[in-house]
């Protein structure tokens, strides 16, 4: 652990970004680090809905998943204290960017979107990999959307206190102890 500062740091840690920036890596890296207890939203939202993600869009619709994620973000932040990974839609307004700052650290994980496209192609986890008829959809037209989501989400993304850029590091490691140096500078 490193410094005393950081060791007095109570309140809790969130990481933002775009969807397969790394989130889930960086923030279950950190938190075994600074010995933080972790939750990831995605996980949680899962668990309570007894379905998972695609199930929950599929069979509710996004409106009810971006309810969801609120409530059980509301509820992490009142009732936990630690390294929370957040889903990269999580930040749907000023009022949750506001509401997160005051209550804790933002991190704003920072990938490019070329990477991001290429690792979304590689799961079948994320609704917006595939069309409405269950096909998987092409390159170009995943980047393009993907394209026009971020541009909408950026400006929240952006408000973090750290910002982790995840192309300068060769390891998950190097880039954990990059996001603890930084973190140092905010507590
Ligand atoms: N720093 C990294 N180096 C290499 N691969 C990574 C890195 N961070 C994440 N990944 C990979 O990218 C994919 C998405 O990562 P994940 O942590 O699930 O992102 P998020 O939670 O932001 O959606 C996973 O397959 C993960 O193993
Ligand atoms: O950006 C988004 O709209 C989403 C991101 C996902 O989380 P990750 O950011 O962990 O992939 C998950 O919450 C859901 O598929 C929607
Ligand atoms: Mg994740």
Partial sequence: MNSYRLQKF????????FMASGKSTLGKALAGKLEREYRDLDEVIVEREGKSIRAIFDEHGEH???????????DLTRNFRGVV??????????????????????????????????????????????NKDG?????????????????????FY?????????????????MTEAAIEKITRHV
């Fill in 158 to 174: 952006k408000q973090a206190q750290v910002a982790i850029k995840t192309p300068l590091f060769s390891s998950v490691e190097e």
């Fill in 10 to 17: 109570k309140d809790s840690m969130y990481l933002c970004g």
């Fill in 85 to 130: 990974s957040l889903g990269g839609g999580a930040l749907q307004n000023q009022r949750i960017v506001d509401h997160l700052k005051v209550n804790g650290l933002l991190l704003f994980v920072d990938t490019p979107l070329e990477q991001i496209t290429d690792r979304v192609l590689q799961s079948d986890e994320r609704p917006i990999l595939f």
């Fill in 64 to 74: 009810y998943f971006r309810e969801k994620e609120w409530e059980y973000l509301l």
């Fill in 135 to 155: 096909k998987i959809k092409s390159r170009d037209t995943l980047f393009t959307e993907l394209k026009a989501l971020y541009s909408g989400r950026e400006k």
